[in-house]
Protein backbone atom coordinates (compact mmCIF):
# COMPACT_ATOMS: atom_id res chain seq x y z
CA UNK A 1 0.00 0.00 0.00
CA UNK A 2 1.25 3.29 -0.38
CA UNK A 3 2.14 6.13 2.40
CA UNK A 4 -0.97 7.92 1.34
CA UNK A 5 -3.72 5.18 1.19
CA UNK A 6 -2.15 3.22 4.39
CA UNK A 7 -2.21 7.12 6.32
CA UNK A 8 -5.99 7.47 5.24
CA UNK A 9 -6.36 3.60 6.46
CA UNK A 10 -4.56 4.05 10.05
CA UNK A 11 -6.34 7.24 10.60
CA UNK A 12 -9.66 5.27 10.67
CA UNK A 13 -8.68 2.57 12.68
CA UNK A 14 -7.13 5.50 15.49
CA UNK A 15 -10.25 7.39 15.41
CA UNK A 16 -12.07 5.80 18.67
CA UNK A 17 -8.89 5.34 20.62
CA UNK A 18 -6.56 8.38 19.76
CA UNK A 19 -7.89 12.16 20.17
CA UNK A 20 -5.63 13.08 17.05
CA UNK A 21 -5.73 9.85 14.67
CA UNK A 22 -3.91 11.59 11.96
CA UNK A 23 -1.08 12.76 13.89
CA UNK A 24 -0.59 9.24 15.63
CA UNK A 25 -1.24 7.72 12.02
CA UNK A 26 2.15 9.84 10.68
CA UNK A 27 4.35 9.19 13.92
CA UNK A 28 3.62 5.48 13.69
CA UNK A 29 4.36 4.84 10.15
CA UNK A 30 7.25 7.58 10.56
CA UNK A 31 8.30 5.34 13.45
CA UNK A 32 8.27 2.44 11.22
CA UNK A 33 9.92 3.44 8.18
CA UNK A 34 12.74 5.50 10.49
CA UNK A 35 12.08 8.77 8.72
CA UNK A 36 10.76 11.91 10.62
CA UNK A 37 7.12 12.70 9.19
CA UNK A 38 8.36 15.43 6.37
CA UNK A 39 9.35 12.45 3.84
CA UNK A 40 5.45 11.05 4.28
CA UNK A 41 4.40 14.11 2.45
CA UNK A 42 7.70 14.21 0.03
CA UNK A 43 6.78 10.59 -0.59
CA UNK A 44 3.33 10.23 -0.12
CA UNK A 45 3.32 7.62 -3.63
CA UNK A 46 5.57 5.89 -2.11
CA UNK A 47 4.93 1.72 -1.19
CA UNK A 48 5.41 0.19 2.01
CA UNK A 49 7.36 -2.61 2.51
CA UNK A 50 5.44 -5.24 4.53
CA UNK A 51 2.75 -3.21 5.02
CA UNK A 52 1.73 -6.08 7.54
CA UNK A 53 4.27 -5.12 10.07
CA UNK A 54 2.49 -1.41 9.99
CA UNK A 55 -0.77 -2.75 10.42
CA UNK A 56 0.44 -4.31 13.34
CA UNK A 57 1.17 -1.52 15.37
CA UNK A 58 -1.61 0.55 14.65
CA UNK A 59 -3.75 -2.69 15.89
CA UNK A 60 -1.63 -1.74 18.81
CA UNK A 61 -2.28 1.33 19.48
CA UNK A 62 -6.24 0.78 18.35
CA UNK A 63 -6.51 -1.04 21.55
CA UNK A 64 -5.36 1.85 23.28
CA UNK A 65 -2.16 0.77 23.74
CA UNK A 66 0.35 3.85 24.58
CA UNK A 67 2.25 5.33 22.12
CA UNK A 68 5.39 5.08 24.10
CA UNK A 69 4.83 1.76 25.09
CA UNK A 70 5.06 0.83 21.25
CA UNK A 71 8.04 2.86 20.25
CA UNK A 72 10.09 2.22 23.57
CA UNK A 73 10.78 5.41 24.03
CA UNK A 74 9.56 8.65 26.03
CA UNK A 75 10.27 12.34 25.98
CA UNK A 76 10.48 13.87 29.50
CA UNK A 77 12.36 17.19 29.78
CA UNK A 78 14.85 17.76 27.63
CA UNK A 79 15.50 14.32 27.58
CA UNK A 80 14.59 11.05 25.93
CA UNK A 81 13.95 7.76 28.07
CA UNK A 82 13.52 4.37 27.32
CA UNK A 83 10.52 3.03 28.43
CA UNK A 84 8.53 -0.56 28.41
CA UNK A 85 5.82 -2.15 29.44
CA UNK A 86 5.75 -2.58 33.13
CA UNK A 87 6.73 0.49 34.29
CA UNK A 88 5.08 3.82 34.57
CA UNK A 89 5.18 6.54 31.35
CA UNK A 90 6.59 9.60 33.40
CA UNK A 91 4.20 12.57 33.22
CA UNK A 92 4.72 16.21 31.91
CA UNK A 93 3.57 17.35 35.47
CA UNK A 94 6.68 15.47 37.05
CA UNK A 95 8.56 17.98 36.07
CA UNK A 96 7.28 20.57 38.10
CA UNK A 97 8.68 18.60 41.05
CA UNK A 98 12.00 18.35 39.47
CA UNK A 99 12.38 22.29 39.09
CA UNK A 100 11.28 22.52 42.92
CA UNK A 101 13.66 20.11 43.88
CA UNK A 102 16.55 21.98 41.64
CA UNK A 103 16.21 25.35 43.81
CA UNK A 104 16.72 23.65 46.79
CA UNK A 105 19.19 21.55 46.01
CA UNK A 106 21.30 24.72 44.73
CA UNK A 107 19.90 27.02 48.03
CA UNK A 108 20.98 24.45 50.25
CA UNK A 109 24.35 22.90 48.00
CA UNK A 110 22.84 19.51 48.81
CA UNK A 111 25.34 16.49 47.26
CA UNK A 112 23.59 13.00 48.83
CA UNK A 113 19.93 12.47 47.45
CA UNK A 114 17.27 9.72 47.42
CA UNK A 115 14.08 8.98 45.52
CA UNK A 116 11.34 6.19 46.46
CA UNK A 117 9.81 4.39 43.35
CA UNK A 118 12.13 5.40 40.64
CA UNK A 119 11.01 3.97 37.65
CA UNK A 120 12.22 4.64 34.50
CA UNK A 121 14.65 7.01 36.16
CA UNK A 122 13.17 9.93 35.31
CA UNK A 123 13.70 11.92 38.16
CA UNK A 124 17.28 11.01 39.56
CA UNK A 125 18.30 11.01 35.91
CA UNK A 126 16.97 14.45 35.33
CA UNK A 127 18.73 15.38 38.76
CA UNK A 128 21.51 14.24 38.25
CA UNK A 129 22.36 15.58 34.60
CA UNK A 130 21.69 19.09 36.47
CA UNK A 131 24.33 18.75 39.45
CA UNK A 132 27.37 16.72 38.48
CA UNK A 133 28.07 16.48 42.21
CA UNK A 134 25.04 14.72 43.16
CA UNK A 135 24.51 11.39 44.29
CA UNK A 136 21.35 9.60 44.42
CA UNK A 137 20.34 6.38 45.99
CA UNK A 138 17.04 5.21 44.15
CA UNK A 139 14.45 2.72 45.13
CA UNK A 140 11.95 0.66 43.61
CA UNK A 141 9.50 -2.72 44.03
CA UNK A 142 9.25 -3.08 40.97
CA UNK A 143 11.96 -5.26 39.08
CA UNK A 144 10.89 -4.47 35.82
CA UNK A 145 10.98 -0.44 36.96
CA UNK A 146 14.98 -1.00 38.01
CA UNK A 147 15.81 -2.68 34.55
CA UNK A 148 14.32 0.22 32.76
CA UNK A 149 15.81 2.65 35.11
CA UNK A 150 19.67 0.88 34.51
CA UNK A 151 18.91 0.72 30.85
CA UNK A 152 18.79 4.68 31.34
CA UNK A 153 20.81 5.77 33.68
CA UNK A 154 23.75 3.45 31.95
CA UNK A 155 22.50 5.20 28.62
CA UNK A 156 23.31 8.57 30.05
CA UNK A 157 26.55 7.55 32.02
CA UNK A 158 25.35 7.95 34.80
CA UNK A 159 26.32 3.93 36.73
CA UNK A 160 28.70 6.54 39.31
CA UNK A 161 26.15 8.63 40.87
CA UNK A 162 23.04 6.97 40.31
CA UNK A 163 22.82 3.82 42.42
CA UNK A 164 19.37 1.62 42.07
CA UNK A 165 18.18 -1.03 45.04
CA UNK A 166 15.28 -3.05 45.32
CA UNK A 167 13.12 -1.62 48.60
CA UNK A 168 10.54 -0.83 50.14
CA UNK A 169 10.58 2.99 50.02
CA UNK A 170 14.00 3.67 51.74
CA UNK A 171 14.35 0.35 54.23
CA UNK A 172 17.40 -0.85 52.39
CA UNK A 173 19.06 2.64 52.39
CA UNK A 174 21.51 3.24 55.09
CA UNK A 175 23.88 6.38 53.80
CA UNK A 176 23.07 9.83 54.70
CA UNK A 177 20.59 11.87 52.55
CA UNK A 178 19.87 14.99 52.99
CA UNK A 179 16.44 15.04 50.41
CA UNK A 180 13.79 12.61 49.42
CA UNK A 181 12.48 12.99 46.55
CA UNK A 182 9.20 11.11 45.67
CA UNK A 183 6.60 11.05 42.57
CA UNK A 184 4.57 7.37 44.62
CA UNK A 185 1.69 5.90 43.70
CA UNK A 186 -1.03 8.00 44.76
CA UNK A 187 -4.49 6.91 43.06
CA UNK A 188 -7.48 4.99 45.45
CA UNK A 189 -8.18 1.66 44.98
CA UNK A 190 -10.47 1.18 42.45
CA UNK A 191 -10.04 4.77 40.44
CA UNK A 192 -12.01 4.57 37.52
CA UNK A 193 -8.70 5.80 35.14
CA UNK A 194 -8.73 5.70 31.14
CA UNK A 195 -8.13 2.94 29.25
CA UNK A 196 -5.50 3.44 27.80
CA UNK A 197 -3.62 3.75 31.37
CA UNK A 198 -5.63 0.97 33.67
CA UNK A 199 -5.27 -1.64 30.75
CA UNK A 200 -1.51 -1.26 30.17
CA UNK A 201 0.13 0.38 33.01
CA UNK A 202 1.57 -0.91 35.82
CA UNK A 203 -0.99 -1.31 38.84
CA UNK A 204 1.86 -0.89 41.90
CA UNK A 205 2.96 2.73 40.17
CA UNK A 206 -0.73 4.06 39.95
CA UNK A 207 -2.80 2.91 43.18
CA UNK A 208 -1.53 3.64 46.92
CA UNK A 209 -4.29 2.27 48.73
CA UNK A 210 -7.98 2.28 49.76
CA UNK A 211 -8.06 6.08 50.05
CA UNK A 212 -4.88 6.99 47.75
CA UNK A 213 -2.59 8.58 50.24
CA UNK A 214 -1.53 5.93 52.76
CA UNK A 215 1.56 5.34 50.91
CA UNK A 216 2.65 9.48 50.46
CA UNK A 217 1.77 9.27 54.33
CA UNK A 218 4.21 6.15 55.34
CA UNK A 219 7.20 8.06 53.45
CA UNK A 220 6.30 11.34 55.53
CA UNK A 221 6.49 9.33 58.70
CA UNK A 222 9.20 7.46 57.96
CA UNK A 223 11.65 10.80 56.56
CA UNK A 224 10.44 12.17 59.57
CA UNK A 225 11.44 9.05 61.82
CA UNK A 226 15.27 9.33 59.52
CA UNK A 227 15.95 12.90 60.59
CA UNK A 228 16.53 13.62 57.00
CA UNK A 229 16.11 17.21 56.62
CA UNK A 230 13.78 17.59 53.37
CA UNK A 231 11.01 15.35 51.55
CA UNK A 232 9.54 16.65 48.21
CA UNK A 233 6.43 14.42 47.05
CA UNK A 234 4.33 14.77 44.17
CA UNK A 235 0.54 13.51 45.09
CA UNK A 236 -2.79 13.49 43.79
CA UNK A 237 -5.03 16.83 43.11
CA UNK A 238 -7.83 16.02 45.71
CA UNK A 239 -5.24 15.49 48.47
CA UNK A 240 -4.32 18.04 50.12
CA UNK A 241 -6.54 18.77 53.03
CA UNK A 242 -5.82 15.41 54.27
CA UNK A 243 -2.62 15.82 53.98
CA UNK A 244 -2.48 18.63 55.45
CA UNK A 245 -3.95 17.47 58.61
CA UNK A 246 -1.72 14.43 58.89
CA UNK A 247 1.12 17.20 59.19
CA UNK A 248 -0.32 19.06 61.80
CA UNK A 249 -1.35 15.69 63.71
CA UNK A 250 2.41 14.61 63.62
CA UNK A 251 3.67 18.03 64.16
CA UNK A 252 5.11 18.94 60.78
CA UNK A 253 5.08 22.65 60.78
CA UNK A 254 7.42 24.00 57.81
CA UNK A 255 5.57 22.72 54.61
CA UNK A 256 3.95 24.07 51.20
CA UNK A 257 1.72 22.85 48.99
CA UNK A 258 2.49 23.22 44.91
CA UNK A 259 0.03 23.19 41.99
CA UNK A 260 0.86 21.79 38.37
CA UNK A 261 -0.12 23.98 35.24
CA UNK A 262 -3.59 23.64 35.67
CA UNK A 263 -3.91 24.64 38.91
CA UNK A 264 -4.43 21.76 40.61
CA UNK A 265 -2.81 20.70 43.84
CA UNK A 266 -0.50 18.38 42.98
CA UNK A 267 2.15 18.28 45.42
CA UNK A 268 3.90 18.94 48.40
CA UNK A 269 7.78 20.28 50.29
CA UNK A 270 8.30 19.75 53.79
CA UNK A 271 11.31 20.80 55.28
CA UNK A 272 11.72 19.27 58.78
CA UNK A 273 14.57 21.15 60.13
CA UNK A 274 18.11 21.56 61.06
CA UNK A 275 18.68 18.80 63.39
CA UNK A 276 21.51 19.59 65.95
CA UNK A 277 24.25 17.61 67.70
CA UNK A 278 23.83 18.21 71.70
CA UNK A 279 27.88 19.19 71.27
CA UNK A 280 26.49 21.96 68.62
CA UNK A 281 24.57 23.58 71.03
C1 LIG B 1 4.04 6.83 40.00
S1 LIG B 1 5.41 5.75 39.68
C2 LIG B 1 6.71 6.96 39.51
C3 LIG B 1 7.83 6.55 38.63
C4 LIG B 1 8.85 7.65 38.33
N1 LIG B 1 9.50 8.13 39.52
C5 LIG B 1 8.17 8.80 37.62
O1 LIG B 1 7.96 9.86 38.24
O2 LIG B 1 7.84 8.64 36.44
C6 LIG B 1 5.66 5.07 41.29
C7 LIG B 1 6.79 4.07 41.40
O3 LIG B 1 6.89 3.68 42.77
C8 LIG B 1 7.14 2.29 42.85
N2 LIG B 1 6.69 1.84 44.19
C9 LIG B 1 5.45 1.51 44.60
N3 LIG B 1 5.43 1.18 45.89
C10 LIG B 1 6.71 1.30 46.34
C11 LIG B 1 7.35 1.08 47.61
N4 LIG B 1 6.67 0.68 48.67
N5 LIG B 1 8.69 1.30 47.69
C12 LIG B 1 9.42 1.70 46.62
N6 LIG B 1 8.86 1.93 45.39
C13 LIG B 1 7.53 1.73 45.26
C14 LIG B 1 6.39 1.70 41.69
O4 LIG B 1 6.85 0.42 41.32
C15 LIG B 1 6.60 2.78 40.61
O5 LIG B 1 7.75 2.50 39.85
Not at 8 to 21: G, N, Q, V
Not at 40 to 45: A, D, E, I, N, Q
Not at 85 to 99: A, C, K, Q, S, Y
Not at 265 to 275: P, Q
Request: with cysteine; hydrophobic share 40%; charged share 35%.
Amino acid sequence: MRIENSLIWATKELKDSCSRPRFEAELLLAYYLKKDRVYLHTHSRDKIEDFRKFKSLIKRRAEFEPYEYIVNRVSFYDIELYIDMGVLIPRPETEILIDLVTDIIKREKITSIAEIGVGSGAISILLARKFPNLKVIATDISNKAIEVASINIERFNLQDRVEVIKSNLLDEVSRDIELVVSNPPYIANGFKLEENIIRYEPKEALFGGVIGDELLKEIVLDIKRRDIRYLACEMGYDQKESMEQFFKQNEIKSYNFYQDLARFDRGFIIDFGVKFDKKDI
